[in-house]
């Protein structure tokens, strides 16, 4: 079974300091993609990533796919209160069922 | 702008009487799923079309149907609504391209069961 394992679980810092979550899993999976989810929204794509080592950025977010794409991270500099949110990291089913395997999320709150 | 529309945003129901909630999507996407998410848990599947192939997850209660009528709509049916599930429901969209299954979500219905 697939699974993606997300830390950390909460994370509440101070506007304009820097930080990363992860995602991790024992699975290979051929793409990963990250989504961002605001209260009463749906998760908006942020990104996709497919190859092993690359990183993407997205303004002041950074993605990083593993090596042996197992796992994935996301670092924020210099957050800021629109950061807020629920991420989710995401990543293709093995059997190519059309199905994405979620993490649990982690629920970042920036403070003003 | 092409986008995945969700209507309605709120809806209240009573115990045990059906409802329905509707997608919409303008990208042409092949694939339509339709999500449970329930307060701070991650989107739970619970089945997806692809074109007119219907594909159910083996969790989900028999509770819940679905029908997507063409391309572009896609329905939700609950046959008799549970206090357990008022959630967030969430429709999406995929084009499977063979590579990378991204996924645009629509902005989600909020369901009550009084």
């Known amino acids: 079974t697939q699974l993606l394992e997300q830390s950390p679980q909460f994370l509440s810092i101070q506007e304009g300091e820097n930080l990363t979550v992860y995602c991790n899993s024992s699975s290979v999976f051929s793409s990963l993609q990250w989504y961002r989810q605001e209260p009463g929204e749906g998760p908006v794509l942020l990104v996709t990533v497919v190859t092993g080592g690359e990183v993407k950025k997205l303004k002041r977010l950074t993605f990083q796919f593993g090596d042996a794409r197992k796992d994935s991270s996301l670092h924020i500099t210099a957050a800021q209160p629109g950061d807020t949110g629920l991420y989710l990291c995401?990543?293709?089913?093995?059997?190519?069922?059309?199905?994405?395997?979620f993490g649990k999320g982690t629920r970042l709150h920036i403070l003003p | 702008d092409a986008m995945v529309i969700q209507n309605p945003r709120y809806q209240v129901t009573q115990f045990g009487k059906p409802v329905t909630l509707s997608c919409s999507q303008t990208?042409?996407?092949?694939?339509m799923y339709w999500y449970q998410q329930k307060s701070s848990q991650a989107p739970k599947l619970l089945f997806h079309y692809y074109d007119k192939d219907f594909n159910n997850e083996a969790d989900t209660p028999d509770n819940f149907q679905s029908r997507r009528p063409n391309t572009s709509f896609c329905f939700l049916d609950i046959r008799s609504p549970g206090l357990g599930d008022a959630a967030m429901y969430l429709c999406?969209?995929?084009?499977?391209?063979?590579?990378?299954?991204?996924?645009?979500f629509g902005p989600g219905t909020r369901l009550t069961v009084t």
């Open positions: 990208l042409n996407h092949n694939v």
């Open positions: 999406a969209t995929s084009r499977n391209s063979g590579t990378a299954y991204e996924q645009y």
């Open positions: 995401a990543g293709e089913s093995q059997n190519r069922d059309d199905k994405i395997i």
